[in-house]
């Protein structure tokens, strides 16, 4: 299994590539990343989930935090604010505002998002090849109620980060996804893999919006190779993050075994729950979805190290099965 | 003399205004600054002499250095650099990028660039009218060998900052200057105006540029009011910058004495020279222009003042001749 590829999110996905770098030095990894939440902030294009990614693999990574750089100031932020323009609510940093300058500068020369993204990562050298889901635009807006007894959609930016998924969502839709196409170089790596990793990122905005791009999900099943997941949950709570919210929008309960079951035995063929949701693993086996409870708390790159091997491991007995 | 309108370039024209300031502290002073060395940058507009301007008279400038702000840092342009994206000759510092990322995003988001300095401004009240000469683009170029026996054109900025004016100028050309029209207010100002000055800022890539706007120098003559200049050259040399290698390449001599008579009598009533050119006076006033020797070195604040009050003097000469 050395030609691997991941549909990852941002801080959850980013840390468990890390151990999966770790697991299998010699692994190929090809990493689809979600670009729903790309927002444009002071005129700039801002991509969270590829940044993450960016940072973490290339050791940039503010590591307690998890998204954004190491040895941040703020001193744009502040500059801005004195103009009067923000929104304050996003935390951009002066490093990190120097990635999206550039994005921005390319992309406004002409260059697609799959191309800018190579660019950067030649300074980051994340050893794997880090490819948006798509060079067109999509972007996830969230249903709230708008305080005057109807409802409004906001940028999952607006909900995530400004308003901390403190309100219920009642809809998450990935505007523009139908009409998008996978970037360059996605179908391909699903054509060459030799297995499919769906990290515990969430699986309604970052996994689930990269599966909304037409023909992604037909790339998985075409490939023939075995699909890998990992809860984000644990004990019906998430890991990080307010996956919950999400789920709940689209109808699906906060447990390990639903989120299996939302992605369907279609879809996955194996899924590892945590130690604390092994009665989960009957659940999803009656599903047709081959399932193991380990450790999945990714305390640190040893602990996220472990989970890949134990992905790797599921990946090996479905295939032999 | 309530109403002036000074035509500034950057460090010498801000601090010559920031004398004015103080002279005429009733007055209403309306700046037309020079725009043909905006340059574009990381896909950002940056407006040099504008911000200068802003800047020195909103109490933000550098002081020792003359432009760019107090208290910078410049981690964005390193970051940059570390993305091998230049240029790196220019130096832009964090909080001078905010200026320009708001300056970006309200121009693209349709305002014209007068609106956006009024936005600006409404921060760092300046306590004058700042308006760009045009809403225009203007460029200015500077024609220099290429090195195989041709010429070739370089953006002013390339020229000045990257290559220190090291090189002959061939030629200075505002590029755009001819389908410019004069920004709204310059001519309103101008009509209104009691008093027209001309700091000591550079004649041919400042004040030579604005006047370039078509319109510009009929908006002076039809004011019908005192025009006033200060030489930029002490001595026949620039008190600060390279003002003779620009002055060279249209043909005109580095002394204090030239430059008025480039201007010339059918645009300039009255002009300063530094007591160091005493004699030109002679000279200048037997071309017609009324000309005083005094000390034109911008020490301080208090020199400046000095400086606007001896221009305020020959006006009131010129209007009571």
């Known amino acids: 299994m050395r030609r691997i590829v991941v ?11 890390r151990g999966l770098q770790r697991a299998a030095p010699e692994a190929d990894i090809t990493v689809i990343g ?24 290339g050791g940039g990574i503010h ?19 004195a103009y ?66 109807g409802r409004k959609a906001v940028h999952f930016q607006e909900y995530w980060v400004r308003l901390r998924a403190s309100v219920p969502a009642h809809a998450v839709v990935p505007v523009g996804a139908e009409q998008a196409r996978p970037a360059p170089g996605v179908l391909e790596a699903l054509a060459e893999a030799d297995l499919v990793l769906f990290p515990p990122s969430n699986p309604v ?30 004990g019906g709570a998430p890991v990080r993050g307010m996956a919950d919210k999400v789920l709940a929008a689209v109808g699906v309960e906060s447990t390990a075994a639903a989120v299996a079951q939302h992605y369907g035995s279609g879809l996955l063929d194996g899924w590892l729950v945590d130690t604390a949701d092994r009665d989960a693993v009957t659940v999803v086996e009656a599903d047709g979805i081959r399932c193991r409870a380990v450790p999945l708390l990714m305390t640190d790159v040893d ?17 032999a099965a």
């Open 205 to 234: 905005v970052s996994v689930g919006t990269i599966l909304a791009v037409p023909g992604m999900r037909e790339g998985i099943a075409e490939a023939g190779v075995p699909v890998i997941g990992l809860s984000p949950l644990i």
């Open 303 to 319: 602990a996220a190290a472990d989970m890949a091997r134990a992905a790797l491991d599921l990946a090996r007995e479905v295939r």
């Open 7 to 17: 549909l990852s999110g941002g801080i959850g996905g980013a840390r468990f590539l």
């Open 84 to 149: 009067g323009v923000g929104p304050e609510w996003f935390g951009l940093g002066d490093r990190d505002f120097a990635t999206h300058i550039v994005r921005t500068q390319m992309i406004a020369a002409g260059y697609p998002l799959s191309a800018v993204t190579e660019a950067l990562c030649r300074r980051w050298q994340p050893g794997v090849r880090l490819l948006p889901m798509t060079d067109d635009r999509v972007e996830t807006h969230v249903l709230i109620d708008d305080g005057a007894g």
């Open 63 to 81: 590591e307690e935090q998890g998204w954004g750089r190491a040895d941040e100031t703020f001193t744009v932020k502040e500059e801005l604010a």
């Open 34 to 57: 979600n670009t729903g939440d790309d927002i444009h902030l002071f005129g700039l294009k801002v991509c969270p989930d590829l940044d993450t990614v960016m940072y973490t693999l």
